[in-house]
């Protein structure tokens, strides 16, 4: 009888261990069921102008979620732009070049970047950035290139063009650390033999460990753009919150996440609320896809452990 | 030789631009980090940290309930998902095995990258709906959520590094599984989940969206889990936004209070990273 109770114990640990693990699988489960269910009202009454409508009017119970599509892509790829870079020089700056003493507290300063919550930066966007680019860079783009649309005046220092700058800092930490870690899993023997060849510092990055790491590398960038298209707090103090949709960068917007939280509260019809649950679920599933294929990505070329740490 | 100096000035441009690089992109944080303290710690005072907010027009004032319910919020948070997060990673290191394992993984995967607002939505359908209002026990819930996935990453990974041989000697004394896992495999990785579960609650403290469709954010003192209870991020959210430049300034006060917290939290975690490989 004695040695039963270990063995009792023992078989309720692995079942607990097992229930916990369900569980994670219960949540998404739930959370993909519940966004699908409760959606239904605003697919069955606008079907696939739900996707296409640009008039988002919830006096008139019209409802088309296209302007804040274009918003979140707008300013993500904005941020994409900004960042890649900056992220993908530093990596290779802390990868190949930085003695230890330079590298290791700057790896970790960059980390930080990522530790700062969201609100924060929304906060120094908002009272610090907005109004910087409002006195010095719009009036700039909108000089000399305001005959494209996309710099189109007048400028409010709110608007997609904040909200990207705001989120390449945000996502800058991830595509750095990321692939600075798939360059660190080049192997030696493959820079050795290029500069056995006489090749440069630079050739050897270039036409050695980049190709090499490339699908990581893409990989780091897929996951800072899913980062970017699902960021909430920062982009909604931002953007500007605009309901119409404007080719200019210059202008006010709303991505799918500020439209949420702009307008939950205040959602009264059973339609409305349906709608902006639809607009979650279209970010649910959006994001799903990227971080699928960016984990691939990575985990192909940085082995098992890369990645998963670093939000 | 010429050749050779061309590929030279280039190899020597091109790493330039990299350490430019590497220079604009801790630029931010620096911006960042001056403001919140050249701005925050005007706001800062005793009372701001003992009195609660006042209404608008009056001066001073302070977040006590802010600091309160975060501190509520982010307790209760952890001590619901750290369990299922570790109990769940140590399910994927030394149980799992096949398909399931391989889905939980993935979907453990999933749940990382799920923006914060999705998941206060869902909340806010599930538990505010169903009980009637919005609670500080929803806000909990909902940091719960974002430290599950987490911890349970970090467990599976620091898990996996442990030598089997540990586990055999321990299996070999006559030690049943579970008494292993606890005993020696969770202790020897004990801390790198540490580290992994102090990130977590970093991130916790500092999200605002699932708060805004749980807790919400209250202007009176309340320690009530069925009541609607403040938060620092949400305070931040809030004042910021208003237009009054007395409640901005508390605003960076409060984000000041909150970027320290989340370093110390980020500190204590790198310290406990040291102790990482104790085997």
């Known amino acids: ?311 | 030789m010429a050749d050779y100096r061309r590929r030279r000035l280039i190899s020597r441009l091109g790493l330039g631009l990299c350490v430019a690089a590497t220079g604009l992109a801790v630029l931010p944080l620096f911006s960042v980090l001056f403001y919140v303290l050249a701005r925050g710690i005007g706001a800062l005072d005793l009372a701001f940290f003992t009195q609660m907010p006042k209404p608008v027009g009056e001066p001073g004032g302070g977040i006590a309930n802010a600091i309160v319910g975060s501190l509520v919020m982010v307790g209760l948070g952890s001590a619901m998902g750290i369990p299922v997060g570790i109990m769940a990673g140590v399910y994927l290191a030394e149980y799992g095995r096949g398909r399931f394992a391989q889905a939980v993984r993935f979907l453990t995967d999933v749940f990382m990258g799920v923006p914060s607002v999705v998941i206060g939505v869902f909340l806010y359908a599930v538990l505010v709906v169903s009980a009637g209002g919005f609670s500080a026990l929803a806000g909990a819930v909902s940091l719960a959520l974002i430290i599950i996935p987490l911890a349970t990453r970090t467990t599976d990974e620091m898990l996996r590094l442990v030598p089997a041989s540990l586990r055999e000697a321990s299996l070999a004394l006559g030690a049943t599984k579970a008494r292993t896992i606890v005993s020696v495999v969770l202790r020897s990785a004990s801390g790198g989940v540490l580290t992994g579960v102090m990130l977590a609650l970093a991130r916790a403290a500092g999200e605002t969206a699932p708060l805004l469709f749980t807790a919400l954010s209250s202007r009176h003192w309340s320690l009530s889990l069925g009541e609607p209870m403040a938060s620092l991020p949400v305070y931040i959210y809030t004042y910021a936004i208003s237009p009054f430049a007395d409640w901005q300034s508390q605003a960076w006060g409060a984000a000041l209070v909150l970027v320290v917290l989340v370093l110390v939290l980020n500190l204590l975690a790198r310290i406990a990273s040291r102790g990482h490989y104790r085997y």
């Open chain 1, 1 to 311: 009888m004695a040695k039963r109770l270990p063995l009792i114990r023992d078989r309720l640990f692995a079942g607990l261990a097992f229930f916990f693990a369900f569980l994670m699988l219960l949540l998404i489960g739930g959370m993909v069921y519940f966004l699908v269910d409760a959606s239904v009202p605003a697919w069955r009454t606008f079907g696939p102008s739900f996707v296409t409508g640009q008039r988002w009017d919830a006096i008139r119970q019209v409802f088309g979620a296209l302007p804040f599509i274009y918003g979140t892509l707008a300013s993500s790829l904005l941020a994409l732009i900004l960042a890649l870079p900056l992220g993908i020089g530093a990596a290779i700056f802390l990868a190949e070049l930085a003695p230890p003493w330079v590298r290791v507290p700057l790896s970790y300063l960059i980390e930080l970047l990522a530790a700062v919550p969201s609100v924060v930066y929304g906060l120094w966007g908002l009272l610090v950035l907005a109004p910087a680019l409002r006195s010095t860079v719009e009036p700039w783009l909108e000089q000399y290139l305001g005959f494209l649309p996309l710099f189109r005046g007048p400028a409010f220092g709110v608007g997609v063009l904040a909200a990207g700058a705001v989120l390449a800092i945000m996502i800058l930490p991830t595509i750095c650390s990321v692939s600075r870690e798939v360059m660190l899993a080049v192997p030696d023997s493959q820079r050795e033999a290029m500069l056995a060849l006489g090749a440069t510092r630079w050739e050897t990055t270039y036409k050695v460990v980049l190709p090499y790491g490339r699908s990581g590398i893409i990989g780091a960038v897929v996951l800072g753009l899913g980062r970017a298209l699902g960021e909430t707090m920062a982009v909604t103090m931002v953007i500007g919150n605009s309901l119409s949709m404007s080719a200019s960068l210059l202008h006010p917007a709303n991505s799918m996440a500020s439209i949420i939280v702009n307008e939950f509260a205040e959602a009264v019809s059973e339609l409305h609320l349906s709608a902006l649950i639809g607009i979650a679920l279209i970010l649910f599933v959006i994001t799903l896809l990227l971080n699928a294929v960016a984990r691939g990505l990575v985990r192909g070329a940085a082995g098992p452990s890369a990645g998963a740490r670093r939000e």
